[in-house]
């Protein structure tokens, strides 16, 4: 049975969800709703928005969010202190995810997980093993 609420619901109107809105608020709300899914609301968005973003394959997924969501920023928490910025940043966190979820639906997880690996054989400092690419 389906979930009588989904994250998108939470994004049109996340005031009826969190009391305050902050980043850190919705970022945990996305976190307890993939553990409701059983982690599989955000099968590969980590991996995905470290291959957008560039960098960050130690990071949680929300900082690697906040680097996407302010490119070239080394310290983006300065960027979100006024709660207009944090609606806006709630907003573009709904946004992302969106996009995230439409390129899972259309290319797969797999594909993602492809890119990322790719993007992990590019850094001088990995040294896993190459993925064999089967199709």
């Avoid at 899914?37 to 394959?57: A, M, Q, Y």
């Avoid at 992990?120 to 199709?135: C, P, T």
């Amino acid at each position: 049975m389906e979930p009588p609420h989904t994250p998108h619901h939470f994004f049109q109107c996340p005031g009826m969800y969190i009391c305050r809105m902050e980043f850190y608020t919705a970022a945990a709300f996305v976190d307890g709703f993939n553990s409701a899914t059983g982690g599989r609301l955000l099968d590969g968005w980590r991996e995905w928005l470290i291959v957008k973003v560039g960098s960050g394959n130690n990071l949680s997924w929300h900082v690697l969010f906040l680097w996407f969501a302010f490119p070239g920023d080394h310290i983006p928490e300065e960027k979100i202190v006024a709660d207009a910025d944090q609606a806006a940043l709630i907003k573009h966190l709904g946004e992302t995810l969106n996009s995230f979820w439409a390129a899972r639906e259309e290319d797969g997880l797999s594909t993602i997980m492809k890119r990322y690996q790719r993007w992990l054989h590019r850094q001088g400092w990995y040294r896993g093993r190459q993925m064999e690419d089967k199709g």
